[in-house]
């Protein structure tokens, strides 16, 4: 057997055949198998490659990437050749009940044909206990659930779908290689636990195939420009696409390529789907998931010229959905912050076109990067994990300015009731405009039954105001004003608050009402409160700030009475963490009537939710089994007054 071990960067250039670059074959003197096994390791071929199979056994493949190996080529050519195959191993979540979204960076291997095939159930394979090349092909089985374990890897095909572009639908993937190049699939987990916890272990898959490479072109149809309504009307031009290569890809440079947005822009953001999984269900009505919103900020080529850019991203909101899309209900919880411009090996993810006529997108390989899953810098990583601690990542932290450069902004939580939480982003930056910035703002994914939205006239629609969870704005020494809508479901408490505050160049943050003319904070722990009926709630209610130490002079008098009111109400009661104790300790001297008190963690996940608390003088809560972190109390009264509070939890 003949092999070659790689273990430091390297540029493979020399010619072993008249039609690729890199050649690998068994040996036809010995007949013995030949294969290149690279570790941690930029590989970089020039042109092409051609790989002929090696026999059946544990080293059938001509090429293993293995410890975040990389494999990389130049040029926009397409012309591998060779039934030979690369192995490269990805992980996603091990949960027989949630979809993982991917795209493949293999596809077929044929004699006869040269460039980049489809893909399919044939590319799956599974490693064999700890054996490094040794695989086993995975099988489909017609089950709801699969399974795995140390020899064998079975897949359920109930949930193996890819997106259908024509009819805007899913459909299923039903034979050997049907995917093309570039497009995404769906594709639940395997049921795996550890210590008999189900959900926290990863399914490794190895990926055996061609390795994809060149331009490769995806069509993208007409989209939201085409729809004649705005807030809720994103019904076509979707697509599920992602990284078609065995190395990670930058979206910056993805995003901002001529291809895609040149001259005439073709999308608007990227979506990254994710699901609670903490809940095991396949039916649709139990199913909680959402959308979150990545838009790429400046354009950066090269991240390491500059601080470094990681771009824009709000969280999902988690709702479940019945078989047709249409939002049911919350779940009180929401999806983590991870990074998300490297999008590493296999990395599914969502394109909504805000062109009026049908176009294309084109990955290509100047978008290929050489970022490891484990560089803490980047944060690359594939999917999210159950929990806030990520398996094999960690999150990213975005007021570590060491970690990152972000524009001035303030991350905005909406809580709707006990129902869910909306996340928004307000980015105050001197080149953006107070209209539709394409890079900068973000597109709602409007997938719950109450919305927070900033309403934006758009260069797609001229008629019409489109909803945004991502806006960006300029700012100057004027009073600023941005507005926000509202859509709300039923009457409830709307809670808002900023969560996160980044280089703020002005002492306070406002929500401004205007029906009322009132002014509530939402900088420095403070909180908007309003209950409001069913209906939509446009032209009413602002953002406001202004430079440092000039804002409170515009503070209407009815302003700081309502204000002054709900601090009254406020300092009737008190509330104490006591964490020697694990409990909140909530002292309600006027023994006013609670009807309800609900906590959420700053990803804005329900963690607490009790009705008819009553009107004792003293109440308690458990707080035990809480993460250590801040959360934000809301105590609703009788007759709809809200009070909140936020605390510190520490159960060292």
Request: charged share 20%.
């Amino acid at each position: 057997m003949k092999n070659l071990l790689l273990t430091a960067s390297l540029i493979l250039a020399t010619t072993t055949s008249a039609l690729a670059q890199l050649y690998v074959s068994p040996n036809a003197t010995t007949s013995t198998d030949t294969y290149i096994y690279a570790k941690d390791v930029q590989l970089y071929v020039d042109g092409a490659i051609e790989l002929e199979k090696n026999s059946a056994g544990p080293t059938e493949a001509s090429l293993y990437l293995r410890d975040e190996a990389q494999l990389f080529q130049g040029g926009s050519s397409n012309a591998n050749a060779g039934d030979g195959m690369i192995s490269v191993f990805q992980e996603g979540i091990g949960d027989a009940y949630d979809y993982n979204a991917w795209t493949s960076p293999v596809s077929e291997a044929s004699a006869s044909v040269t460039g980049n095939r489809n893909f399919g159930e044939l590319n799956f394979y599974h490693q064999q206990g700890t054996d490094l090349t040794n695989s086993s092909l995975a099988t489909f089985i017609p089950g709801f659930n699969g399974s795995s374990n140390a020899t064998t890897l079975e897949i359920s095909d109930k949930w193996f779908y890819k997106w259908n572009i024509a009819g805007q639908n899913y459909v299923a993937i039903n034979n050997s290689y049907d995917v093309p190049a570039g497009h995404g699939f769906v594709m639940k987990g395997t049921e795996i636990t550890m210590e008999g916890v189900p959900e926290t272990q990863e399914q490794r898959y190895d990926f055996r195939g061609r390795p994809n490479s060149g331009d490769i072109t995806v069509p993208l149809p007409a989209g939201a420009g085409s729809l004649s309504d705005g807030v809720g009307g994103f019904l076509d031009g979707n697509i599920l696409v992602g990284n078609p290569y065995p190395s990670a890809i930058d979206l910056n440079v993805f995003f901002y390529d001529a291809a895609n947005n040149g001259t005439i822009s073709k999308f608007n953001s990227i979506r990254f789907y994710d699901e609670d999984r903490t809940i095991n269900s396949h039916l649709y009505e139990d199913n909680k998931a959402g959308f979150g919103i990545w838009t790429p900020g400046a354009s950066q080529p090269d991240p390491t010229v500059g601080p470094y850019n990681p771009g824009n991203y709000t969280v999902p909101a988690f709702f479940n959905f019945d078989a047709s899309g249409n939002p049911l209900t919350a779940t009180g919880t929401s999806g983590p912050y991870v990074e998300r411009r490297m999008a590493p090996i296999a990395q599914g993810f969502y394109i909504q076109s805000i062109n009026a006529a049908d176009t294309d997108i084109t990955f290509k390989n100047s978008h290929r990067i050489f970022i490891k899953e484990s560089d803490a810098t980047y944060n690359s990583e594939f999917r999210t994990s159950i929990s806030d601690s990520q398996i094999g990542a960690t999150q990213v932290d975005p007021t570590d300015t060491q970690q990152a450069f972000y524009a001035p902004q303030i991350r905005i939580n909406a809580y709707m009731g006990v129902s869910h939480m909306r996340q928004t982003l307000l980015i105050l930056h001197d080149t953006a405009t107070d209209d539709f910035d394409n890079g900068w703002d973000g597109l709602s994914p409007m997938d719950a039954t109450s919305e927070m939205y900033f309403p934006l006239q758009t260069e797609f629609n001229d008629e019409s105001k489109y909803p945004f969870v991502i806006n960006a704005v300029p700012f100057d020494d004027v009073l600023k004003q941005i507005p926000f809508s509202l859509k709300i479901e039923e009457q409830m408490n709307v809670v808002i608050t900023g969560i996160e505050e980044i280089d703020l160049p002005t002492d306070n943050i406002y929500v401004w009402d205007s029906l009322n003319d009132t002014y509530q904070n939402i900088t420095g722990g403070e909180s908007a409160n309003f209950f409001l009926d069913q209906g939509t709630y446009d032209n009413r209610f602002y953002i406001v700030f202004r430079k440092k130490n000039s804002l409170d002079q515009y503070m209407t008098a009815d302003g700081r009475e309502v204000e002054q009111g709900q601090e009254e109400l406020t300092t009737s009661v008190s509330f104490f963490q006591n964490n020697k104790q694990t409990q909140l300790e909530i002292a309600n001297p006027d023994t006013m009537e609670i009807a309800n008190a609900a906590i959420f963690d700053m990803r804005g996940r329900l963690v607490l939710n009790e009705t008819n608390v009553g009107n004792a003088s003293r109440f308690t809560f458990n707080t035990s089994n809480f993460s250590d972190g801040t959360y934000i109390v809301i105590l609703t009264t009788k007759d709809n007054q809200t009070i909140d509070y936020k605390i510190i939890v520490e159960n060292r």
